[in-house]
T-cell receptor, first 115, second 111 residues
Framework: EAGVTQFPSHSVIEKGQTVTLRCDPI?????LYWYRRVMGKEIKFLLH????????ESGMPNNRFLAERTGGTYSTLKVQPAELEDSGVYFC?????????????FGPGTRLTVL | DQQVKQNSPSLSVQEGRISILNCDYT??????FLWYKKYPAEGPTFLIS?????DKNEDGRFTVFLNKSAKHLSLHIVPSQPGDSAVYFCAASATNNDMRFGAGTRLTVKP
């Protein structure tokens, strides 16, 4: 079974540019989460989709970040315009709805560098 | 390619006893290890971490042990409390900031 995939693995952009990160969850997983790891420390929650609906977006830092999940399959996270402090590693995770363990399967992350 | 494994999907412990959650990793480049705690309908929150230069880190009721030769770490919670019931994720990081997560272990602490 394929795991969670993220694209690209690395992205280097200049301040003011736009970047779009993509996450493909495990097939059949309705829950999709985005996280960010900044300064090499702990990860921070960004938002949670259930299918195509945003269940919780309390972690989104500001309106320069836009997440979508049209059709309830893959998700994109767009940063526009990017700022220096947006640099970090962005992780995506997915899980099934209604399981006992609420196990989240994480993707490998996208490392974003804003110059 | 599961570089971080939590082989026990669930664990049930009586209140007041010790909870031991285990995590194994395969990549010898990992040098920083973290544990996260997740309640239902919430994102994971950071719990405790340990650098590879140490073999133990303690914070209140939580202690993380690292055995580099065995590529194994564990989280001990003592005494366990009902509020500790959650899913616990193990994560490992390398100096290049690559980070891998385990699949999680659901801990249930019974009153």
């Amino acid at each position: 079974e394929a795991g969670v995939t993220q694209f690209p693995s690395h992205s280097v952009i200049e301040k003011g540019q736009t970047v779009t990160l993509r996450c493909d969850p495990i097939s059949g997983h309705d829950n999709l989460y985005w996280y960010r790891r900044v300064m090499g420390k702990e990860i921070k929650f960004l938002l949670h989709f259930v299918k195509e609906s945003k269940q919780d977006e309390s972690g989104m830092p500001n309106n320069r970040f836009l997440a979508e999940r049209t059709g309830g399959t893959y998700s994109t996270l767009k940063v526009q315009p990017a700022e220096l402090e947006d640099s970090g590693v962005y992780f995506c995770a997915s899980s099934q709805v209604g399981t006992d363990t609420d196990t989240q399967y994480f993707g490998p992350g996208t490392r974003l560098t804003v110059l | 390619d599961q570089q971080v494994k939590q082989n026990s999907p669930s664990l049930s412990v009586q209140e007041g006893r010790i909870s031991i959650l285990n995590c194994d990793y395969t990549n010898s480049m990992f040098d920083y290890f973290l544990w996260y705690k997740k309640y239902p309908a919430e994102g994971p929150t950071f719990l405790i971490s340990i650098s590879s230069i140490k073999d133990k880190n303690e914070d209140g009721r939580f202690t993380v042990f690292l055995n580099k030769s065995a590529k194994h770490l564990s989280l001990h919670i003592v005494p366990s409390q009902p509020g500790d019931s959650a899913v616990y994720f193990c994560a490992a990081s390398a100096t290049n900031n690559d980070m891998r997560f385990g699949a999680g272990t659901r801990l249930t602490v019974k009153p």
